[in-house]
Nanobody
Framework: QVQLAESGGGLVQPGGSLRLSCAAS????????MGWYRQAPGKSRELVATITYGGSTNYGDSVKGRFTISRDNAKNTIYLQMNSLKPEDTAAYYC?????????WGQGTQVTVSS
């Protein structure tokens, strides 16, 4: 069983920055892929960024050049550095882990971008 715990969300002004963290506990294998997804009210959940155990990354088009995902395997933790935040980035951000046929989700952390 895997558990994911997100932190770092909050209120930030447009153009500002936030750093999200997600710590995984349980049985984490070297084939795991972790990532961040977000969901705003009335919208479907969308990909923000993913990262493999080996460090390969991919990003959603709306965040390319502004967000950076990273992974610390020794701590079983991923991070999302969010820069140049826009009001459109306002959403609940969810941590995700996939390995074998299993998918796990965190409880989410709210990011609100507003002046």
């Amino acid at each position: 069983q895997v558990q994911l715990a997100e932190s770092g969300g909050g209120l930030v002004q447009p153009g500002g920055s936030l750093r999200l963290s997600c710590a995984a506990s349980g049985s984490i294998f070297k084939i795991s892929t972790m990532g961040w997804y977000r969901q705003a009210p009335g919208k479907s959940r969308e990909l923000v960024a993913t990262i493999t155990y080996g460090g390969s990354t991919n990003y959603g088009d709306s965040v390319k050049g502004r967000f950076t995902i990273s992974r610390d395997n020794a701590k079983n933790t991923i991070y999302l550095q969010m820069n140049s935040l826009k009001p459109e980035d306002t959403a609940a951000y969810y941590c995700n882990l996939q390995q074998f046929i299993s998918t796990y989700w965190g409880q989410g952390t709210q990011v609100t971008v507003s002046s």
